[in-house]
């Protein structure tokens, strides 16, 4: 947005500020707030500190201490975010995501090589999982976490017996392996610091960034968990929770889903082992000794893979779930085409031993049923899409399907945010100055979408 497009929607921005900001203690600090989102909304390619104050004509050191330094909570700013974005968007669904931040150096918090879906490699980065209120008109974040990597997390580091204290960290993996001339097997061993060099490295790491001692490695998975628990306590709740194969093929994830009450359509792997709907599980004889067992399938879990190829593509139906977004070259009134897809919808019950644990799994051995969505384009050999979703046994396909393509709007959330409003842009390098950008990054973003909400053609928006 140019200066002029900020000057129009001036007043309008202050009382959104006002609002967002009420709970900062000093007044400079609600001024400072109210201009690090003109900076971040004002256009320029790098939305970094001393661009920003250039922009804005003041001292650069004025906004990195309000970010790094200053005394305010940005859980409270978070929260009246959060409750406001639900406000103005009225969601259908919520989305968990992550999205990566490409870093050269080293020293920012919980930058590692990692891999990244945003960045489609393995890359040195920082991960971000995020929550965001979606509909096909508008969506907004709702919530962030900085994933913190076992590179991190100094009780990630095995002892001397190889024991890690870390319950969510990966056992050590097998040595690699190289051959000879001859084709042997020739063992290599990694060299590893000692492991007392490793944690005063990792706690050295983590007090010049300021992480938190409580912030340890988890899978991501739980942090959205995590998410969703915080903004329960704001009390926002979803009507929907869809995310892709990295969160829904976890039967962890699908199962604290469902303990909190959460209906979901989740994407997930065609390897997911389920049995088929109507499997019904069957006594097992009494040994006569100790506990009497419980009831088992009779077959073993087959793969979504496999039950959608016993179904074979003739049992897809054609669905068209909404209009293609208008292209540039696209001539004024022409009418848009919908998009269209082949799929299938099957009742199976997902298998495994999380949700067999689960307090909805009695001592019937009877598992938990939900919807097998399947997509199938008529040119492939097999299905190339594939969602798990909890949703009444009534739902029509061609809502299921609606659904589970809902999550597409947030990626016009990452595009905002990163080329326009300078999500990205954030060089410094402490874990509190970094939620703080990105929360006000997200806010910037929700005052957009107010504004296109009330006047969808109005001029000078980013």
């Known amino acids: 947005m140019d200066e002029r497009g900020l000057t129009r929607v001036r007043t309008r921005l202050e009382d959104y500020a006002a609002g967002l900001f009420a ?40 906004l990195q201490q309000f970010l790094t330094s200053s005394t305010w909570d940005v859980a409270g700013v978070r929260r009246r975010l959060a409750v406001a974005a639900v406000d103005a968007v009225s969601p259908q669904v919520w989305v968990v995501d992550d999205t990566g931040f490409p870093k050269d150096g080293k020293a920012s918090a919980c930058v590692a090589r990692q891999y990244s879906g945003t ?43 190889g024991k890690i204290a870390n319950p969510h960290a990966r056992r050590l993996r097998q040595e690699p392996v190289t051959r000879d001339a001859a084709g042997a097997k020739k063992p290599h061993k990694r060299l590893r610091p000692p492991p007392a060099e490793q944690i005063d490295h990792i706690q050295r790491r983590r007090a010049a960034s300021k992480v938190p001692d409580g912030e340890r490695y988890r899978p991501k998975w739980m942090m959205a968990l995590e998410m969703l628990d915080e903004l329960a306590g704001w009390g926002l709740r979803p009507p929907l929770l869809t995310a892709d ?31 088929p709907g109507d499997a019904q599980p069957v006594e097992v004889p009494y040994a006569g000794v100790g506990k009497h067992p419980t009831p088992k399938y009779p077959q073993p879990a087959r793969s979504l893979k496999a039950i959608a190829l016993a179904h074979g593509a003739d049992a897809t139906q054609l669905v068209r779930w909404r209009d293609r977004l208008p292209t540039a070259d696209q001539a004024s009134g022409q009418p848009t085409r919908k998009l269209a897809g082949h799929f299938l919808a099957l009742r199976v019950r997902p298998a495994g031993r999380a949700i067999q644990r689960g307090p909805h799994c009695g001592d019937d051995g009877v598992l938990p049923e939900c919807w097998l969505l399947v997509q199938w384009p008529p040119d492939q050999d097999e299905p190339t899409d594939y969602w798990l979703s909890d949703l009444p046994t009534d739902t029509p396909l061609a809502e299921l399907v609606r659904l589970a393509k809902s999550r597409w709007r947030i990626e016009h959330d990452y595009r905002e945010l990163k080329t326009a409003l300078g999500l990205d842009h954030f060089e410094g390098r402490s874990w509190i100055g970094w939620h703080r950008h990105v929360t006000l990054t997200a806010a910037a973003q929700l005052f957009l979408t107010q504004l296109r909400l009330a006047d969808p053609k109005a001029t000078g928006q980013t």
């Open 23 to 62: 709970g900062l203690p000093r007044s400079d600090q609600r001024a400072t707030g109210l201009r690090y989102l003109r900076g971040l909304m004002l256009d320029g390619r790098r939305k970094s500190m001393q661009p920003m104050a250039q922009r804005l004509g003041v001292d650069h050191q004025q």
């Open 245 to 275: 194969a990295g969160y829904g093929q976890v039967a962890e994830f699908r199962q604290g889903l469902t303990e909190r009450g959460i209906s979901y359509i989740v994407a997930t792997t065609s390897s997911t082992t389920v049995q």
């Open 119 to 161: 960045l489609g490699k393995v890359a040195n980065c920082q991960i971000a999982v995020s929550v965001h209120a979606a509909t096909d008109a508008a969506s907004a974040v709702l919530d962030w976490r900085l994933f913190v990597p076992e590179s991190w997390d100094e009780t990630c580091v095995p002892d001397a017996d």
